[in-house]
């Protein structure tokens, strides 16, 4: 049953325990004998999630209307081609094509949270308060990732119990899917255990890198903010999201909004006050299969080198070297200039997120050539740039914003909560007579206010494809490539080879199957 990255993390934490079998044996049946070994699973478990950080950013953030190629041309500005990214912005998936494939890889963990589940319930050697700790952790993990199937492909296979063998492989698994409707059951079902297991604990752990009760939380926040306009939850579901958020604000210690926007994606502020629970990354960590961070972010988010160096940044009025602007990347998904001309200036989250390139004309003047995410930097090692910032799944600016969300689905002014989020991004600059709520145009309309201002905040955190969605289909339709007239491709397809081998799968409807 013990498998991948939690082999990894288990054998090593447990190296020193003579009871420990052999690594060429080790199996569900005698490896959970002692409290460190529970201990152990839990970091391949987190170990495990860690994977899935780039489908998480994919499938909740690839499709709005951030990344894509301006106008005019098939490539980035530096000329690296797209190869195959066009498809998330331009809406073209297909099961071929699908964005995804394999679930995102999500049932692997899934089944090694369901064996961590059954272990627990039926152990003695783990004390008390651990064991509901880490059921607290188990169950609203689950939930999480069910509610990333949810949100992308709706209908899904539900397993909650382990299967037996040497890992879960969806392929073989044989095993038909169930409606949405019985999915979202388990999601909120999941939540409560969750809820209940964690009790009053709401601790942290490991510089908030492990899941809490407050993780949890957030995530009922945002199911029955779905479920609040989609599932006909309508204030019922708005108030029990709103209670969620507060009892978060209530009893867990030390929440706050970092004073500058940057300082909480910064290395050296892991674990900061704004951070509710966030996925780490460190250079040269032991157990990690290589010392490169989020890897994925160079393989498509940042260009190369040798390329950006034939541009300027205007704001510093430089040209770029490869040197100093490192990046080593491949830039296949670019941000568009749309997407940075959005931001007020003035606003510090736009540099922080996004780097603008530009060409210099012999007389010198700038024109804006492209843009690419720039919110993780990383570290230079030896003249290489590792990116190994934590990447935030849930912050306290989140919180406000779901909070502010839940007020004005209840008719009640969000006004507080967006107002903390504003003068943080402008500082010094903001002036609340022409930048608070509702003094800005947009505030007109209090949805579009919010997801303006979540567009902003969340930039490359994997959450505008599910704020849009969140907020009610044509909110979709009007930020995306994405028509009413496709509405079927709100969900995304099961790609050719899950479906070849699962033959109990059909494929999510309006697409293809072959």
Known sequence: MLSGLGILALVSSCRKDLSLAPVSSITDGNFFQNSNQFDAFMTGIHFNFRSSTNAFQILGEMRADIFGTDPGSGSAFTGEATQGQEHLWQETLNLDNPGVSNFGGFYNNIDQINLMISKLNSTTVVATATKNYYLGICYGMRAFYYFQIYRTWGAAIIQTAPVTGTSLNI?????????????????????????????????????????????????????????SVHNAGGNADATTALAALNDIQTNAAGLQLMPNYSDVFSNANRGNNEIIFTIHYQFNEPNATSNNGMAWIQNTYVPQSGL??????????????????????????????????????????????IQAAYNKSALGVYSIAGCFADKYQGEQQSGVRYITNDFPVYRYADLLLLKATAEVYLGQSPANEINLVRARAFGANYNAATMAYPNQAIDANPNEAILQERLYEFVFEGKRWYDLRSMGDSYVYEHSQLTAANAYALLWPIDRNTLTNNTALVQTPGYSSF
């Open 171 to 227: 392929a073989t698994l044989a095993k038909a899917a169930s409606p949405q409707a019985a999915v979202m059951t388990l999601i909120k079902a999941d939540i409560d255990q969750s809820v209940s297991s964690f009790g009053t604990d709401y601790s942290f752990k490991n510089a908030k890198s492990y899941w809490s009760k407050s993780a949890t939380l957030m995530l009922k926040a945002e199911v029955y903010l779905w479920t």
């Open 308 to 353: 950006i160096a034939n541009f300027y940044d205007s704001l510093a009025n430089r040209q770029f070297n490869s040197v100093t602007d490192n990046w080593g990347g491949l830039l296949r998904a670019p941000v568009t200039i749309n997407t940075y001309r959005k931001f007020n200036p003035l606003d510090t989250r736009r540099t922080a997120s």
